[in-house]
């Protein structure tokens, strides 16, 4: 059994940044591409990034292009999701998937 689990969230200020982690513990994490998916008070979930199985391709949801980068590890189990220039609207639940499993989330308030 898959047990993905975040960490990084946390109360930010407009402008500035985090970095979310999600490690796999269980299956063969470079065998799968990851996601990250949020879901914002009130609204269902929104893609927001994605990374092929060895990290060479990277996707993006439109509003993140430019401010959040993600990455991942292999040798850790570990991916990563940068983010820059945060705005009080990515403020939301973050949320790990891949490896047919999902994380618990981390919360993620940007606010002044």
């Known amino acids: 059994e898959v047990q993905l689990v975040e960490s990084g969230g946390g109360f930010v200020q407009p402008g500035g940044s985090l970095r979310l982690s999600c490690v796999a513990e269980?299956?063969?994490?470079?065998?799968?591409?990851m996601a990250w998916v949020r879901q914002s008070p009130g609204k269902g979930l929104q893609w927001v990034s994605a990374?092929?199985?060895?990290?060479?391709?990277?996707y993006y949801a439109e509003s993140m292009k430019g401010r959040f980068t993600i990455s991942r590890d292999n040798a850790k189990n570990t991916v990563y999701l940068q983010m820059n220039s945060l705005k009080p609207e990515d403020t939301a639940v973050y949320y790990c998937?891949?490896?047919?499993?999902w994380g618990q989330g981390t919360q993620v308030t940007v606010s002044s």
């Open positions: 998937n891949g490896m047919q499993s």
């Open positions: 990374i092929s199985f060895n990290g060479g391709d990277q």
């Open positions: 269980g299956g063969t994490f470079d065998d799968y591409a």
